[in-house]
C-alpha cells in the first residue's frame, strides 16, 4: 500500500490569461480561483484583463494591485493581444465575469484553450473549450441553448469559496441589525444612500434598539460618496442627506449609521437580521450567509437608477432622446424578470421581498419591519438552508488544468 503525497507538481505552463468586468467578480470569483492558480502552477505568468463596461468605477485597477498578478491590462491591451494572434508559448484562458465571447476570441488570437466561468447558462458561447458553472440549473440553462453535455460542467459557486476563506480569516466581526448596501458603483451609490437612509431613519423610529450599518465599497470615489451623502438627486423620492463624522455617518434626522469596511460585510452579514440592498451579486452572498433581505428596484427615474440591465440600453441613454427610449425599455423589460434577486431565482420563489417601481422609504421601512418579524426571520433562513451552496474554485481549476495535462493536486501514489 502506498500513500498519497500532498504535493504541488507543475507543468511546463507558460501563462494564464484571466478576464474580468465587474466589482463583484474582481472581489468574489477572482481571489479564490487566482490563489488556486498559484499554488498549483506558480511559475505560469498569470495576466488579469479588466475589460471594464459602462459601470466601472475607475477604481478596479486599485482593487487588482492588491492581488497576486502578473500584469494588470484593460481593453486597449486586449484588443493588441488580439491583433498580435499568437501565444507566448503554452497556456490558458479563463474568464471570471463578462462576455465569454471575449475568451472565445482571446483563445483563437492565442492558440490556447478557453474557458468561461458563469451563473447564467444562458451566455454559453461557441468556441468555448468548456463552460463552467454554477449549478446543475444553469448547466441545463446552456443546454437549451445548445451546448452539448460535454462543453459544460457544474463545478459550483465561487461566491462560496469567497466567503469561506473570509471567515476564515478570525477577525473580531463588527455588530449591527441592518445592514445597508447601496451599490459599489459611484453611479449608484449617488441615487441609492440617501434613499436607504430615509428608509433607515423610519425602520429606526419604529425599532429604535436596531443597529444601523452602511458597508462602504473600496470602489467608491470620494465625489461620489459626497453626491450619495447630499441626496440631491433623491430628494424629490424622499431621501435624506447626512454627514460622514469618523466612522460614522449622521443622517439629516440624527440616525447614526456604522460605515463598515467591504472586507468585513461577511462577517457582519453573518450576525445581521436585515439588509437593503439592490439587485447583484451580494443577494447571492447574502443568501449563502442566512441574511434575511429586502431588494430596492426604484424606477422612479428608469433612464439614471441603477436597474439590472446592461449593455445596449446604456448606450441608447447616450443618444439624442434616448433617455425616454431606455425609460420606456427598461420598464417593459422589467416587467418580464421573474425574479431581481438571485436567491429567489434559485429558489424559484419571491423569498426576499423585492420592490420595483415607484415606492418611497417609508414603503421600504413597512416591508423590512415586516421582514424583522421573528417568525418570518426563521422561515426565510429555513429556506435560504437549501441554496446549492458548494464551493466551486477547487474544481474549476482542476478542470482548466487537467485539460492541458495537469497532475493531480495530490500527487500521484507511490
Excluded at 484571466?18 to 511559475?43: D, I, K, M
Excluded at 416587467?335 to 420563489?349: D, F, K, S, T, V
Aim: charged share 25%; net charge positive.
Amino acid at each position: 500500500m502506498g500513500e498519497e503525497r500532498d504535493t504541488i507538481c507543475p507543468m511546463a505552463l507558460d501563462e494564464i490569461l484571466l478576464l474580468t468586468n465587474g466589482p463583484g467578480e474582481l472581489s468574489t470569483w477572482v481571489p479564490p480561483v487566482l490563489r488556486r492558480l498559484r499554488e498549483r502552477v506558480p511559475e505560469a505568468r498569470i495576466e488579469l484583463f479588466l475589460i471594464r463596461d459602462q459601470f466601472a468605477t475607475g477604481t478596479e485597477e486599485t482593487k487588482a494591485r492588491q492581488l497576486p498578478l502578473d500584469a494588470i491590462s484593460g481593453r486597449t491591451e486586449f484588443l493588441a493581444r488580439l491583433a498580435r494572434r499568437k501565444g507566448a508559448g503554452r497556456g490558458v484562458v479563463l474568464m471570471l465575469g463578462g462576455a465569454p465571447r471575449d475568451a472565445v476570441l482571446l483563445g483563437r488570437a492565442t492558440g490556447y484553450p478557453a474557458y468561461a466561468y458563469s451563473f447564467n447558462g444562458r451566455a454559453w458561447q461557441r468556441g468555448l473549450k468548456a463552460y463552467l458553472l454554477d449549478s446543475e440549473r444553469s448547466v441545463q440553462q446552456a443546454l437549451a441553448r445548445g451546448a452539448r453535455p460535454e462543453q459544460v460542467q457544474a463545478v459550483g459557486n465561487l461566491v462560496v469559496d469567497a466567503l469561506e476563506d473570509a471567515l476564515r480569516s478570525g477577525v473580531n466581526w463588527p455588530q449591527a441589525d441592518v445592514l445597508l448596501f447601496p451599490s459599489s458603483r459611484p453611479f449608484a451609490v449617488k441615487y441609492m444612500l440617501g434613499f436607504m437612509l430615509a428608509a433607515a431613519e423610519h425602520i429606526a423610529a419604529a425599532q429604535p434598539h436596531l443597529r444601523f450599518a452602511w458597508v462602504k465599497s473600496r470602489l467608491l470615489t470620494r465625489r461620489s460618496i459626497e453626491e450619495g451623502l447630499s441626496a440631491r438627486l433623491v430628494r424629490e423620492f424622499g431621501g435624506v442627506g447626512g454627514s460622514l463624522q469618523g466612522d460614522r455617518v449622521v443622517s439629516e434626522g440624527g440616525l447614526e449609521v456604522a460605515v463598515l469596511d467591504e472586507e468585513l460585510r461577511y462577517g457582519a452579514m453573518r450576525q445581521a437580521k436585515l439588509a437593503l440592498t439592490i439587485p447583484g451579486t451580494s443577494t447571492l452572498e447574502m443568501g449563502f450567509l442566512g441574511l434575511p433581505a429586502v431588494v430596492l428596484l426604484p424606477l422612479h427615474k428608469p433612464e439614471a437608477i441603477p436597474v439590472p440591465i446592461e449593455g445596449l440600453l446604456h448606450w441608447i441613454g447616450l443618444l439624442p432622446g434616448g433617455k425616454w427610449l431606455r425609460h420606456e425599455i427598461v420598464r417593459r423589460l422589467e416587467a418580464r424578470i421573474p425574479h431581481l434577486a438571485l436567491p429567489n431565482q434559485y429558489l424559484g420563489e419571491r423569498l426576499y421581498p423585492e420592490l420595483r417601481g415607484i415606492f418611497s422609504p417609508q414603503d421600504v421601512a413597512r416591508t423590512a419591519l415586516e421582514v424583522l418579524r421573528p417568525d418570518v426571520q426563521s422561515r426565510i433562513r429555513q429556506r435560504l438552508r437549501e441554496l446549492e451552496a458548494r464551493p466551486g474554485a477547487d474544481a474549476l481549476v482542476e478542470v482548466v488544468l487537467s485539460v492541458i495535462g495537469q497532475p493531480s493536486a495530490l500527487g500521484e501514489k507511490r
